[in-house]
Each structure stands twice: as structure tokens, then as C-alpha cells.
């Protein structure tokens, strides 16, 4: 009965979401600040259409040039540059696209299947070879089309770099508007999920009152997260699709940081309990029993699983400040994992397992770096004053963290080699807490 | 509530400027017009002299009833503590005891205190922070004789400022526990 009466108003909002999705659309625009010094070029050609009724409204090879600019690795020429639009391969003259110096040539068409069905048919050229890389058909719906656009362009990507792409792949994040007086003023918190290229936002939880870290389930159906809307912290599962929620820990003191384990049974947790102290748990959700793994009278939160499951680490202040340690995630001896500088917090595993994103203390500013396991060195990655909340993309190339803009929360990716950096700003308000979402399901 | 919450907060930083003389605004923008509009504005909050302003060296000569209890001014129910610190400052005890005193004798009050952090670092690690403010507090009242079911708490890490803004005075304002009388 509870459980049903806590469902209810989150349907609500979610259909008040949709609704009000034109004027408050939270719509975050990218700004590439650094790229590599050659970014490659490439031409996306218009795609063609073949079928008897409407095309679909998007603009596939739109959507595939812009994921590949946004990766900071390509160029794409600009529509009004290209001499020639060819859509097959017959109609490719490469000697033509090498005088405009156009390393890569993608083509494509758009092929009505049925109503509302399409195949995304494209071919990938090494201009200079004269070769085709790649041939490709995706399926495609009306519904599903800038999804199944993304699709192709990380397909394109993995084919010219070897790396599995992320533009299909999504963000959530937090978002807060306050209201334009200190005491009239409502301030609004909104855990919303969008493409990583920001479009597609929807707000999946509004509330007057604070939420706090969303994390995705290891399959990208659910978020966990942190809501204080009965005044008090307590963490959520809410699954994205249907919208129905369950309220999985409300124990006495503070309910906080979930992270899921790589088999999607267990929440790694920081609960305080009783004693106002907090320590690092993990929870079986179906069976609702905590287990405890660290017990120092310290803060010790911030939970984040190794790829293989075996491994907690956590941010503790058990010798002063806040440095990350590591335990067994079924528990054991609880081992310090970071020595260098005075401020060392919420770690995320690299999914290699190869390294920490932290967030580090460079000289009184907060940045984030990564510290490598083995070698035990860290390598600060941005130069903000207040950069906080590292997540990896799903492919370790990119982190995409919190940064300030001014005075006002935007998001930021950086690459993990440091050199492509990326500013994103919401229209309205501050945007915190990003969360990239594992690859989803083809 | 929140209101009231947001009223208290404008009030402190209304009184702080009182205490401290002249007026440096040195918020953001939007802190600044909100502050100008309910007729404050910032000022140099430079030591830990917040929280003890002339009204308590009046209440402590009078009858002592502003001091604590539900009647005590903003001033008086907010404790303010040093970065990455939860230690309560001696400066307090006059203002905790007022408060004990009161919940000692009325059994049935009850408080809740609303622990907070600044902006610096990580999220759930302030969290933390907030709750370890609001413990001390909670441990001080209750060596002065409060019994633990009068006094809850609960943790807002640095979700809920009570100044908007990046600098020194503003996390100082932050760094704070806030006694709220009531279930």
C-alpha cells in the first residue's frame, strides 16, 4: 500500500514531464572548447530516400556528422561545400572529394520497409584508397529514428577507430531551477534523462526538495537515486520505461550514494544508522538485508564497484581528510588506495578496471583527475575551481563530470587523455550530478 | 517550510550585516538582488564572531527566554563550524545550553537538527559532513541533559544553502547546523 501511494505521484510528474516539455525543455547545448589539433575530415553526404510515402522527419546523415563532430576527432564538411551528393557507391568520383581534401566519405539512403519502417543503408570510404571500409543496413522506425541514426554513427566510429561508439547511449543528470526571489522563489530538482547529445530530455522525478546521485542499472533500465522529498534522505529504484519507482532504503540517519553492482542484484550504500556515523554497506534489493563492510568511526561513502564485481572502493576520512579506499565487496580487510594529495573523493572505476575518476584537491581547486592502479600516479584532467562528480562513458574514452560556468552549474566531458574538452549548459538553471548511462542493448 | 527555511536564512545574513558595519557585496548576481530585495545585502562575515550578535549578550543578561527554546531568534538556532570540521566551537555553549535548558524542561519539545556543508568537493562525502555537524550538536545537547528521543537529524550535505555563492563568506555561511523546533 505504501509502496503504491509513493508510485502514484511520480506517475503524475512524469506525465506532467511530457507535458511541459515544449517551454521547460531543459535542452543542453555542446560546445567543443578543445579538440585534437587535426581533427580528420570527413562529408557526410545527405541521405537518399527510397519508399512511396513520407520520409521520416530527421535527418539521419544530420544527426551522424554532428556524433562525429562532437567526438572531437572528425570534421565533418559543411552540406553547402559539397560539389556532389552521391547516394550510392556508383556515384562516388573520390578524385573529386581528395582536391577538397576529404579523408572520409560516408553515403547513405533511407529504404521504406513498411509503414513506419526503415533500413538505414550506408557505406563508409577511405577517400585516398579509393576503398570502400565499411556497408552497412540499419533497421529503423518512425519512432526509433535519431536512436537508430546514433546507432549508425557508432558503428561508423568503431569502423575508423577501433573503439565501440557512444552516441546511443544516454546521460542522466540533475538539474536544479530556483525561483527568481530568495524567499517567493520555488526551487525545483529534477532527475532527468537524455541522449548524450542532450536532445531527448525527460524529466523522470520533479521535487521541491533535493536529488542527489542517480546511478543506472547495469542493463540501462533503471536509476537508482537519492530523494529528500519526505524531508529526509532515501533512495529510490525507479525503472525508466513504465516509471514505476520502489523506495528501497529509508532507514534511520542518511540513506545515500547507491551504486549497483555489476550483476544488478546489490546497491553498494552509505547508511549512518543510529550512530550519525556514516559507513558503506551493500544491499541484496530483492532481499532488503544490508550488509556491512566498513565500520571506522570516519565518513567513509561514495561506494563504487570494480568491473568484476570483487571490489568496493570508497571515499573515507579515516586518517583526516578524505582519501579512497578499497574492500572486498563480501567483505574483508579494508586497504587505503590513494596517498597523493590532501583531498581524494568519490571514485568511479574505469571500466577497464585500470583506474579511478576522482575528484582531487590541485592547489585548492577541485578537479577532476584519474589515478592509475597499478602505477599509483594521478593525472589531473581539468582545470576548474569546482569540478565535481566524474562518470565514465561506457567505452572509458570520455568523462563527462560537473564544472561551473560563472556562477552556474554546466556539465563538461573530457577525454581521458585530457585533450578534447567539451562545455554543456542546460537553457535554464544549474545542471549537476551527470551520469553516463552502460551501452544499451542492440 | 522550505520558506521559512530560505526567511531564516536572508534573516542571518540580514543580522550579520548589522553587526559587521558597512556592507561589501561580494555575492553572485542573483544572491545579490535576491538579498537587496528583503532589504540585506552580503557583508564580511571574517571570523567566528556569526551567530553572536548583540542580542545575545542582551537575552543573557535578561530573562534569557530568546536565547533558546522555539522563541530564540535565527541567530541563535544556527551553529556555524570551520571547513571539513564538525567540532562545535566553545563560542556556542551559551546558545546550546539555552536550548537544553528549554528541552530539559519541556519533555514533550522536540528538534530537528538540519546539517549542512558548503560547495567544496564531493556530494555524498558533504552529506556525510552535514550529518557529523549535526551529531556533535545532537552529543552536546544531550550531555547537557536533553534525552536522545527529543532531538532528530538529518543531513542536507550542500544541497540547500543558505547564501548562493562561491566565495569564503558565503561557505562560511553554509558550514552550519540549524535547530528547527517542531515534530
Not at chain 2, 130 to 137: I, M, P, S, T
Request: proline share 6%; aromatic share 6%.
Amino acid at each position: 500500500m505504501m509502496r503504491q501511494l509513493a508510485v502514484l505521484p511520480v506517475m503524475l510528474l512524469a506525465v506532467l514531464g511530457t507535458l511541459t516539455a515544449g517551454p521547460v525543455r531543459a535542452e543542453l547545448q555542446i560546445q567543443i572548447t578543445e579538440g585534437v589539433d587535426k581533427a580528420i575530415p570527413v562529408a557526410v553526404v545527405p541521405f537518399g530516400w527510397q519508399g512511396s510515402g513520407t520520409p521520416p522527419p530527421l535527418d539521419a546523415a544530420a544527426i551522424i556528422a554532428a556524433d562525429l563532430a562532437r567526438s572531437g576527432r572528425y570534421a565533418p564538411m559543411d552540406r553547402q561545400d559539397m560539389l556532389q551528393r552521391p547516394t550510392s557507391s556508383a556515384e562516388v568520383d573520390f578524385g573529386s572529394w581528395r582536391i577538397q581534401n576529404t579523408d572520409v566519405l560516408v553515403i547513405g539512403r533511407v529504404v521504406e520497409t513498411g509503414a513506419g519502417q526503415y533500413d538505414l543503408q550506408f557505406q563508409v570510404f577511405d577517400v585516398l584508397r579509393g576503398q570502400q571500409l565499411l556497408g552497412y543496413r540499419q533497421p529503423a522506425t518512425t519512432a526509433d529514428f535519431r536512436r537508430s541514426s546514433h546507432r549508425a554513427a557508432d558503428i561508423i566510429y568503431e569502423k575508423l577507430t577501433g573503439i565501440r561508439g557512444i552516441f546511443s547511449t544516454r546521460i542522466a543528470y540533475i538539474t536544479v531551477v530556483r525561483g527568481s526571489g530568495r524567499i517567493a522563489g520555488k526551487t525545483s530538482f529534477r532527475l532527468v534523462v537524455a541522449d548524450a547529445d542532450g536532445e531527448n530530455p525527460k524529466v523522470m522525478v520533479e521535487s521541491p526538495e533535493p536529488l542527489m546521485s542517480p546511478t543506472w542499472s547495469p542493463d540501462g533500465r533503471k536509476l537508482a537515486y537519492v530523494s529528500f522529498e519526505a524531508h529526509r534522505s532515501e533512495i529510490y529504484v525507479q525503472d525508466l520505461r513504465s516509471g514505476t519507482r520502489q523506495r528501497v532504503s529509508a532507514r534511520p540517519g542518511v540513506n545515500g550514494a547507491p551504486a549497483w553492482s555489476p550483476d544488478g542484484r546489490r546497491l553498494a550504500l552509505a547508511l549512518s544508522r543510529q550512530d550519525g556515523n556514516l559507513d558503506v554497506y551493500t544491499l541484496d534489493i530483492s532481499a532488503q538485508m544490508p550488509t556491512r563492510l566498513t565500520t571506522s568511526p570516519a565518513i567513509d561513502t561514495e561506494p563504487a564497484w570494480s568491473p568484476d564485481g570483487q571490489l568496493i572502493y570508497f571515499t573515507s576520512d579515516a586518517t583526516g581528510g578524505p582519501q579512497i579506499y578499497r574492500v572486498p565487496s563480501d567483505g574483508g580487510k579494508i586497504q587505503r588506495v590513494t596517498f597523493e594529495g590532501s583531498y581524494n573523493a568519490r571514485p568511479r572505476v574505469s571500466p577497464d578496471g585500470k583506474q579511478l575518476a576522482v575528484v582531487h584537491n590541485d592547489r585548492g581547486n577541485y578537479r577532476i583527475a584519474l589515478f592509475d592502479l597499478a602505477r599509483s600516479t594521478i593525472q589531473v584532467l581539468t582545470d576548474g575551481r569546482l569540478d565535481e562528480s566524474p562518470s565514465f562513458a561506457p567505452n572509458g574514452e570520455v568523462l563527462i563530470y560537473a564544472t561551473r560556468e560563472g556562477s552556474r552549474g554546466v556539465l563538461a566531458t573530457v577525454s581521458a587523455d585530457g585533450r578534447i574538452k567539451q562545455r554543456i549548459s542546460a537553457v535554464e538553471g544549474d545542471v549537476r550530478e551527470p551520469a553516463w548511462s552502460p551501452f544499451s542493448p542492440n | 517550510m522550505t520558506s521559512l527555511r530560505t526567511l531564516a536564512a536572508v534573516l542571518v545574513v540580514a543580522l550579520v550585516t548589522a553587526c559587521a558595519g558597512p556592507s561589501k557585496s561580494t555575492m553572485d548576481d542573483s544572491a545579490a538582488a535576491a538579498a537587496a530585495g528583503s532589504g540585506a545585502a552580503s557583508s564580511g562575515v571574517n571570523d567566528g564572531s556569526m551567530g553572536q550578535g548583540g542580542s545575545l549578550d542582551g537575552s543573557m543578561s535578561g530573562s534569557g527566554g530568546a536565547l533558546g527554546g522555539p522563541g530564540a531568534s535565527q541567530e541563535n538556532r544556527v551553529i556555524y563550524f570551520d571547513f571539513d570540521r564538525f567540532d562545535v566551537k566553545p563560542e556556542y555553549n551559551a546558545i546550546l545550553q539555552a536550548h537544553s535548558r528549554y528541552l530539559v524542561a519541556n519533555p514533550t519539545a522536540h528538534i530537528r537538527l538540519e546539517g549542512h556543508a558548503d560547495e567544496r568537493g564531493s556530494r555524498e562525502y558533504n552529506i556525510g559532513l552535514g550529518e557529523k555537524r549535526a551529531q556533535a550538536v545532537r552529543n552536546v545537547l544531550l550531555l547537557q541533559g536533553a534525552t536522545s528521543s527529543q532531538i532528530s537529524t538529518v543531513s542536507f550535505g550542500e544541497e540547500r544553502p543558505a547564501v548562493i555563492g562561491s566565495d569564503e563568506e558565503a561557505w562560511s555561511l553554509n558550514r552550519r547546523v540549524e535547530i528547527v523546533y517542531g515534530p
